[in-house]
Structure formats: C-alpha cells, structure tokens
C-alpha cells in the first residue's frame, strides 16, 4: 500500500533516527523542520483515522466490489467502501481500484484490493451481503419519501417515491428529465431514503 514506508510509534524520536541511520537500507525519512531542528514528519488525526478505517489487526483486506456495465463501483464492501468518491481507476484484470487522497503532506495514490462476483466466495463478505440486505429489506418505504437512487445517472438527485411494489422488490418513482419529470420503477436494492 505504501511501498518503502515504515510507520513507527515511539517516546524517543531522536533515539529512532539515530537508529535508523544504522541501518544499511536506510535512505530518508519523511520530516518537518521544527526550531531549526529536523523531526519526524508526524500522521495527521485525519491520517491516523484514515488508517484506522483501511486496517484490521494493520493488515488491509479485500473490499467486494459491485460492478456496473462500465466498470464503476456501484457497492463496496470493505475499506474501499469509505472512500468510492476518491477512485481515479478501477483495474478489474489486477483487481484493484486506485484512490487518491491528501496524505503525509501529499496527494498519493493508494492501491486498495478488489473482490468479484466472479471470484470465490468468501465468508466474511457472504455474511456482510447477506447482514445488508436483510437491514435493507426491512427498510419500509412509503409514498411521498424521497430516495436516492445509487445506481443511476440520477445518484445525487432526491426523487419522490409515488407507488411501493414490496412483492417486486420495486418502486415506482418520479424522476427529473430536462425541464419535466417522468415516472420510473427501479429496484428497492439500489436506493437510500434521503430528504427532499
């Protein structure tokens, strides 16, 4: 994920640096200047809970990823799932997703795994699909909310819910197009209530 880095927690950081020049691979460490003083570039609060929200146990797992027909990340499931709006590319043949972001004073890419409905199942991620739908299914929608539909061209529109279809798992929506509105039935698996 950050090839070459070595992260370090310690009471003694000139103790460290002085440990590290020892060492025959050392080359550099990240720093700010401080009183004339050189120091060891410190992880920002928002790095640290950036950190904390990728690792389990300071391993990064997979993240499952549904597809739509043009290679976007519909859902994710894992440590990819908090940061959907930072991916600058999806590598499907590599499984991987690159994200940018604001790190350790710079903007870097981070390489985050990808899991497929193509690949074997894994169990972890079963019972988290699984956890989500029932949660999902017992989302009871009405006429008059509003939702947002995540896998269409309409992700960040609010749109009225005017009919429920719970035996088709479906409801039936009104939906902006150019200067009217048209009726639409998308699928209850792909919306989130929101506020009008």
Known sequence: MFD??????TDDP?????????TPMYTAFLSVIEEEERLFLPIKPEEEKFLDT???????????????GHSRVKEAIGPLEWYMDAIVKVD???RRALVKLPLFGEERTIKFCLWLDTDPRLELIEAEKLRRKESLQ???????DYILYTAGIFADVPMEVLKVYPE??????????????IDMDIS??????TRP
């Not at 017992?138 to 008059?144: A, E, L, R």
């Not at 209850?188 to 209530?193: S, T």
């Open 14 to 22: 000139a103790g460290m640096v002085t440990a590290l020049k020892r």
């Open 4 to 9: 070459g880095y070595v992260f370090v927690e």
């Open 54 to 68: 990728i690792l389990t146990d300071g391993m990064m797992h997979v993240s499952y990823v549904r597809l739509d």
């Open 188 to 193: 209850m698996d792909d919306v989130v209530l």
């Open 92 to 94: 499907k043949h590599h």
């Open 168 to 181: 088709k798992n479906c409801l039936k929506v009104k939906a902006p197009l150019f200067d009217g509105f």
């Open 138 to 144: 017992k989302t009871i929608y009405h006429p008059g």
